[in-house]
């Protein structure tokens, strides 16, 4: 395998397993909702990362869709679980 074939996949499967740390989260809003509450800072911290990281890979000269996309989901994810942990 080429170095920039290898590169580019290994991108997205970072983006895929990305993607599915931040879906992961749902049971958590699940468990916050029901009165289990959870931590805020942690999963609020995350949204501000995956904030930070969506803003890096649209506005790239450039756009970085693996990162854009694996992060999205962390925003949303995230803040949810942030709020619902209040």
Request: glycine share 12%; hydrophobic share 50%.
């Amino acid at each position: 395998m080429k170095k920039e074939k290898f590169f580019e996949t290994l991108g997205w499967i970072g983006m895929v397993t990305s993607i599915l740390m931040y879906v992961f989260y749902f049971p958590q809003i699940l468990q916050n909702l029901g009165g289990h509450k959870g931590t805020f800072i942690q999963p609020f911290m995350a949204g501000i990362n995956c904030t930070l990281w969506v803003g890096y890979g649209l506005f790239k000269e450039r756009r970085d869709w693996p990162v854009t996309i694996a992060n999205l989901p962390g925003i949303v994810f995230g803040f949810v679980a942030a709020f619902t942990a209040l």
